[in-house]
């Protein structure tokens, strides 16, 4: 069975104003080795969720926290986006030894942070998109976040933590070359939605580009 994204409908949740919001981060996911047709190579991705303080969304009828996040390649090369993002939220570069050895990304949970959120117009959709994230003045508390953490490595699946991740990340997960070794008869159709498709395209196109900040 193949694999096929397709376009779905578009989301109905009214964005957020452009500005800067406290927030914290409450998800690490792992979204495994995912094909770059762009860039005709397989890169590992991981999606950074953050919790923005104070706002809600209506799910169902029920207020429930305000979600927003952004997928990086997963590596510290001093070009990336994500090293350049850890500068700016920790406020300082990273060590030789986290830069060489590794930055474990368990540490960005609850970490709190300003984002600076966008508006981006597309097919006649509105939808918000991260362009930065610092780190939080001393003189601004952050309040807890309502949401649990969430952390996903797909090196070591939980189905539980899987099973709790919304439905546009678990396809994510699908079209990974990890998933996809998982389950070699093949999986389900993917759907992503228009604001998906394009937020993703603009995440590897800022990955890809050297000496660009956020």
Known sequence: MSIIAKK????????????????RCIGVVDLGEQRSEKFNKWQHKVLLIFEVIGEKVDVDGEQKPRWLSNEFTL?????????????TWFNRDLTDA??????????????????????????????????A?????????????ESE????????????????????M????????????????????IDITDEQEDEQAGEAKKAETPNVPF
């Open 133 to 145: 994230i610092t780190s939080v003045p001393k003189s601004i508390t952050v309040p807890e976040a």
């Open 75 to 87: 590596s510290l090369s001093d070009k990336s986006l994500l090293y350049k993002t850890i500068q």
């Open 149 to 168: 953490q969430i952390y996903f490595d797909i090196s070591e699946w939980d189905e539980e933590v899987f099973g709790k991740l919304p439905e546009w």
């Open 170 to 189: 678990r396809n994510r997960i699908k079209n990974s070359a990890e998933y996809q070794q998982r389950l070699p008869q093949g999986v389900e159709n």
């Open 98 to 131: 986290e830069a060489g050895n590794g930055f474990d990304l368990a540490l960005l949970l609850n970490r709190p942070a300003m984002l600076t959120v966008g508006i981006k117009e597309k097919n006649d959709s509105t939808f918000n998109r991260i362009t």
């Open 8 to 23: 779905t409908a578009k989301s109905s949740v009214p964005p957020l104003a452009a500005d800067t919001y406290t927030a």
